[in-house]
């Protein structure tokens, strides 16, 4: 368990690595210059003033140092405390934790559920059909559909017939424009009415998958031998379909791991189309204002995230596999 | 991470080729058993699985579905006298009619000529995109599988570190900085980070094809190891390839339509992604033209659809076991 | 599984929860004596802190370009409403009678040939309760030299600002550019020498934060965040005592949005009240005519607020030539481009590129238009291509230059900014017609489109900046202006014209007050040189002016009616919240509006 979980380690740590030192190149070796673009939208007409915000600015996002202290400097202001991600150019001066921060509850009020009532919903629906060949035929069919669906067409459909034709939801922003952050019922009311659509569109999306898979693994574990032969031994069905389950969850929380890149591709897309304002919404954000110290931000948060999150479920995954706990090696890396 | 071999059910589980991460199919493959079709299929005589194929009533929709689309990106835009941008085609947001079956866009153009140029582009990247992907990860996973020992630990190393990275992130910020010009540097970003699961996959059926008999009697008898790879055991992995092909196939058409709808795709032209973003962008929801973004988008389901269930036959064929549910 | 489903169920939940706290804390932030005071006033009549009714709050939004993180009237850029809401004038510019209107000024004068007076209205209080005095409008003024500060260039015609008495200034001119100077008197905020004079001159550019928004104007800062910022009204405020003026709307939320077609849902569903957005199709929507309106009811809808043209390098072979402009001006089918990119509503531009403003206090010269001005006529333009030598020698069906070589124009579009897409798409068939190879580069539009423009890397380009404003010196301005620099970043003059002789009459221009004045002499000279500098640009095609671009406005009036329109019972004052445009009558559009029912 402790070799598992330690190779485990190992790779996210060197993801992470990677991811860092990646982001931190992006910016410094591709073509344009972001200090220059935004000195210039500043518009000033005397060339004296520019140069001296141009100066200003390097200052400020560090860049007036040898490239090496740049990258050491990188390290050590992610690992300082509040970790400074620097200064949003797009939201200058806002720095980009803060932002990130702002944006991050919309889009994990969005992907927690969807992630994990997906995966619920999904898994049952599926150990359903995989017992009633009624349900089977249209639950496949229909999951079949779903999964094939891509996330901005539902999310489109969603507003287009949620949103315009029926009028019951908002289609776009997380509250109303009355309304102030705050904790009160009005506005967690209004926060949940905005939610509805976009949600719908992550967690329909992911429900066909996830239905699909377990349908199909429940079939192929009441179809093995241990099945077959619990079975001639005279165990009732329900036990058997039991252990079944059981076994055919053990894919499906690493599917979950698999699929955290997936939802966050549809997270992006359904935000965009809803306006909604979380990361996602930011990082096209960042991107069209060429916010390279934002866009950094970001990644380097959701890279961060992902890691998290592949830990977790292969803590859980320990925890729910006992082979891993005996030593016996069950899940790979 | 070697140990994958050793999973005692002999099932899949965590090693089960990871649904592609953009196709959005979990366990949609996981009951591929790459340790228990290839041997069958060793055995097994091609015919009858082209029999057995041919009468499968998944893989016989799927495969029609997706060679009707093929054949309408190709030839839909002979049947069409104007261009895919071209204003003033028709009237102006023309529901569907006789005279122009899909309707019009807000500008006047027609969404049917839309459909048929914007098909032929999203297949275009779409295997361009999938080939590139099936090179690199069955690459990685043959001379992983194959070679084993520090090699197998490095590529696997990289592949897993490919595979945590959100990879459709990185296409973004790649695709914001680079800036895409045309279909061709899409489909390169695409298959350049849309590889690992295939990689983790093929190395382990490679793995348990080594360890097989008739391979190490090749070994024995001296073969060079290319030559192993390509005569004995990549024939014997031939079902799961086109199946893995299928599948990239399919996540590669989600991806680009999602980068084309984020207008990060190439300037210019037409594709089924671009129809969305263009449909959103101009408001056809609040205009009621449903045409204009019911179509592209169900033309995306129906493909990658219609992939996932040629795969589910596939499968069926492939692994007989399945075949009586 | 059941333990599953004892946490699943709450964390749907918690999620949403969790937004509601963490905004708690990162909005929330105010300057803190507004928000003592509103949580006081709160506090007596028990109403939610954090609800807005719906019947006292405006929404907006369209104007937001940026975040709202620029507090700063001092610079270009500041967040929506800073200008007008927060900070005033010490005029406002009528477009309609096309002169100023005294806001914080009672008057202002020309009292001497090169002194203007202006006489501030008594009793003024700034937010925090100080008196607004002729002081504050020196220190704002003294401003004028500190780089980075608004108006760079008026330290170069404005002598010394001089305070009489504590409502009378005096502002000695070394160079009295009377129209440009109206300009400034209805575009720079006066800011409160007690808060500003606290700080450093030089650090005054880059003071930020809300901490900034003590101003004298109808509303105070209430809050915001990155998508949208909400205004309080101030009760105490001047212009209900002086001029009977109340804002109907105790509050305003203004909205940025991602992207336009996002705001069509939202007029739509009544979560805006004024849409400032472009939203082509709005025309054509259901709801159009019943709880949507625009300002006319049928073509062309919106009211005009710039000219866009097509932009010819003039620095750049073979964009340089007058004979080439020319007929590139007579290939363009601008009707096209009214009518499919945009579907009425925008307007034709006029060939002089006057806004209908102009044309309406008759500063057009026809004759001059008659003689060298331009319509769409395919066969007009061959026949100037052909005399000038642009012939195709070669036979591949594109013409070449007059030198035999291969010509192929670069014409750059910001991609993603459809209707100017769809303009050039008509541009590039039209000239493709009259065997012109131009290319269309669409490249994105803050990294690529604005430093290739600025540094004259281009033979063609949209630009809109031909802006309304107080003064015809302006469009001449943005035709004429020297010197040319490698980077003409926010600088007039994008097609780097080089014209002596037109920027002398341009200056002169400046120095004129819009006629009619109160010297008969300075009219005259005035149509004399707007005439001459028509001529010059048309016979030169210095620009293609194409159409005019609308002052994009769309109203829901379910929940606030008497919205400015063409309808003689309601307002006329141009709708808008954008910046630059706000004290042009849409400060006053706020003080007429109505709740409905």
């Not at chain 2, 059926?205 to 060079?224: C, H, I, P, Y």
């Not at chain 3, 060298?372 to 070449?400: C, K, N, Q, T």
Request: net charge negative; charged share 20%; proline share 6%.
């Amino acid at each position: 368990m402790g070799r598992y979980l330690g190779r485990k380690g190992l790779i996210y740590a060197l993801t992470l690595f990677v991811a860092v030192t990646i982001n931190w190149m992006l910016p410094r070796f591709m073509p344009g210059d972001p200090i220059s673009d935004m000195v210039s939208r500043a518009g000033l007409r005397d060339p004296e003033a520019a140069a001296r915000m141009q100066a200003y600015y390097e200052n400020l996002f560090g860049l007036d140092v040898p490239i090496w202290q740049q990258y050491l400097n990188y390290w050590g202001s992610l690992f300082s405390w509040p970790p400074d991600l620097g200064i949003s150019m797009w939201s200058f001066p806002r720095p980009v934790g803060d932002l990130v921060m702002g944006a991050l509850p919309y889009t994990l009020a969005l992907l927690i559920p969807a992630i994990l009532l997906s995966w619920y919903v999904g898994n049952k629906l599926g150990a359903l059909a995989a017992r009633r060949k009624a349900l089977d035929n249209t639950v496949l069919p229909v999951s079949y559909l779903l999964t094939a669906t891509p996330y901005m067409w539902l999310a489109i459909l969603l507003v287009w017939f949620g949103g315009m034709q029926l009028g019951w939801f908002p289609s776009s922003r997380a509250y109303s424009g009355n309304l102030v952050p705050e904790f009160s019922m009005s506005f967690i009311g209004s926060l949940a009415l905005h939610w509805v659509l976009p949600f719908l569109s992550l967690f329909l999306v992911a429900l066909g998958g996830w239905a699909i898979g377990m349908r199909n693994l429940v079939i192929y574990e009441l179809e093995s031998d241990y099945s077959n032969y619990l079975g001639a031994l005279g165990a009732p069905p329900r036990l058997i379909r039991k252990y079944a389950f059981r076994n055919a969850m053990l894919p499906q929380i690493t599917g979950l791991a698999l699929q955290l890149g997936v939802v966050l591709t549809g997270n992006i897309v359904t935000e965009v189309v809803f306006n909604y304002p979380g990361l996602g919404l930011l990082l096209l954000n960042a991107i069209t204002s060429t916010d390279f110290f934002l866009l950094q931000g970001i990644v380097l948060f959701v890279v961060i995230g992902v890691l998290i999150c592949n830990f977790v479920i292969d803590i859980v995954y320990v925890w729910v596999d006992p082979r891993t706990r005996t030593g016996l090696q069950g899940a790979s890396a | 991470m070697t140990d994958m071999k050793s999973s005692p059910a002999g099932r899949s589980g965590a090693a089960a080729p990871a649904p592609d991460p953009a196709s959005a199919a979990p366990g949609q493959t996981a009951t591929t058993d790459p340790l228990g079709a290839a041997p069958a299929l060793a055995g097994r005589r091609r015919s009858e699985m082209l029999y057995f194929a041919l009468r499968n009533p998944k893989v016989i929709l799927g495969l029609s579905v997706i060679v009707a689309f093929l054949l309408f990106g190709l030839l839909g835009p002979l049947f069409s006298e104007f261009g895919p941008r071209e204003r003033n085609a028709g009237p102006l947001g023309a529901a569907p009619s006789s005279d122009f079956w899909l309707g019009t866009t807000w500008t006047g153009q027609d969404v049917f000529t839309q459909l048929a140029h914007g098909t032929r582009a999203t297949f275009q990247v779409a295997l361009m995109a999938a080939a590139i992907s099936a090179f690199i990860g069955m690459t990685m996973g043959f001379v992983a599988g194959y070679r084993g020992g520090r090699l197998d630990e490095i590529l696997m190393m990289i592949t897993n570190i490919v595979l945590v990275l959100p990879v459709f992130v990185v296409v973004i910020v790649v695709t914001a900085y680079l800036g895409i010009s045309n279909t061709a540097t899409q489909a390169l970003v695409i298959g350049l980070f849309n590889w690992t699961w295939v990689a983790r996959a093929v190395r382990a059926q490679t793995l348990s094809l080594r360890a097989r008999d008739f391979v190490d009697l090749a070994r024995l008898s001296g073969v060079r190891t290319l030559s192993i790879i390509r005569r004995e055991i990549a024939p014997n992995m031939a079902s799961y390839l086109v199946m893995t092909f299928i599948l990239l196939f399919a996540g590669a058409i989600v991806f680009a339509a999602t980068l084309d709808f984020l207008n990060l795709g190439p300037r210019g032209g037409m594709s089924l992604g671009l129809m969305l973003q263009q449909a959103n962008q101009q408001a056809a929801m609040s205009l009621g033209l449903w045409w204009w973004f019911v179509f592209p988008g169900a033309a995306i389901t129906a493909i990658t659809g219609s992939a996932y269930l040629t795969n589910v036959g596939l499968d069926e064929v492939f692994n007989p076991k399945l075949r009586e549910m | 599984m059941r333990q599953w489903r004892r946490f699943l169920v709450p964390l749907a939940g918690a999620g949403l929860v969790l937004a509601a706290c963490t905004e708690d804390v990162t909005d929330d932030v105010a300057d803190g004596e507004n928000v003592d005071e509103a949580e006081d006033t709160d506090d007596a009549d028990s109403a939610n802190a954090g609800e807005f009714p719906r019947n006292e709050t405006v929404y907006t939004g369209g104007a937001e370009w940026g975040t709202y993180e620029d507090w700063n009237p001092n610079t270009d850029g500041e967040a929506t409403f800073v200008r007008g809401f927060l900070y005033e004038t010490l005029f406002w510019f009528d477009p309609w009678e096309a002169e100023l209107k005294p806001w914080l000024a009672e008057s202002g004068e020309w009292i001497e040939e090169d002194v203007y007076e202006v006489a501030l209205r008594d009793g003024i209080t700034w937010h925090d309760g100080e008196q607004l005095t002729a002081d504050d409008v020196k220190f704002t003024f003294d401003l004028r030299d500190v780089p980075g500060v608004e108006f760079p260039e008026l330290d170069e015609w404005l002598d010394e600002v001089e305070v009489v008495d504590d409502l009378t200034v005096r502002f000695h001119f070394s160079d009295p550019r009377a129209g440009q100077w109206d300009n400034v008197l209805y575009d720079r905020e006066i800011v409160p020498e007690h808060t500003w004079g606290e700080m450093d001159r030089e650090e005054i550019p880059e003071a930020s934060g809300e901490d900034i928004t003590i101003g004298s104007g109808a509303y105070e800062y209430h809050s915001h965040d990155e998508n949208r910022a909400r205004y309080e009204r101030y009760d105490d405020w001047w212009a209900t005592e002086h001029l009977g003026l109340e804002m109907a709307a105790r509050y305003v939320v203004d909205f940025r949005n991602e992207s336009n077609e996002v705001a069509m849902s939202q007029i739509l569903q009544n979560e805006l009240d004024l849409s400032n957005f472009f939203l082509p199709g709005i025309n054509q929507v259901p709801e159009f005519g019943e709880s949507v309106h625009t300002f006319y009811s049928e073509e062309p809808y919106m009211l005009s607020a710039n000219t866009a043209s097509l932009i010819p390098n003039h620095d750049r072979s073979p964009t340089d030539d007058a004979d080439l402009r020319r007929a590139l001006a007579f290939s363009i089918d601008v009707d096209d481009i009214v009518d499919t990119g945009y579907q009425g509503i925008v307007e034709k531009a006029d060939p002089t590129g006057m806004l209908p403003l102009w044309l309406d206090q008759g500063f057009r010269d026809d004759e001059v238009v008659e003689e060298h001005g331009f319509s769409y006529d395919p066969e007009e333009a061959e026949r100037i291509l052909d005399e000038a030598g642009y012939v195709d020698e070669d036979g591949d069906g594109w013409r070449e230059t007059p030198d035999g070589e291969d010509m192929e124009l670069d014409f750059i579009v910001p991609s993603g900014w459809t209707d100017w897409e769809l303009a050039a798409e008509v541009i590039e068939e039209n000239l493709h017609d009259v065997g012109v190879n131009v290319v269309l580069d669409f490249v994105d539009p803050g990294q690529e489109l604005d430093p290739r423009r600025d540094s004259g890397d281009y033979d063609l380009v949209f630009d809109n900046q031909m802006l309304l404003q107080n003064h015809l010196f302006a469009q001449y301005f943005y035709l004429y202006e020297l010197p040319v620099l490698d980077e003409q970043a926010n600088r007039d003059n994008p097609h780097r014209v080089e014209n002596e002789h037109a920027w002398e009459l341009t200056q002169e221009l400046a120095r004129l007050g819009t006629p009619p004045t109160d010297d008969p002499d300075d009219d005259e000279r005035f149509m004399e040189i707007v005439s001459e500098l028509q001529e010059i640009t048309l016979e030169d095609m210095v620009i293609i002016p194409l159409w005019y671009n609308g002052l994009w406005s769309q109203v829901n009036d379910s929940t606030w009616t008497n919205w400015p329109s063409d309808d003689p019972d309601t307002p006329n004052y141009y709708p808008t919240t954008w910046a630059n445009e706000f004290m042009l009558g849409g400060l006053m559009t706020f003080t007429e509006i109505e709740p409905a029912g």
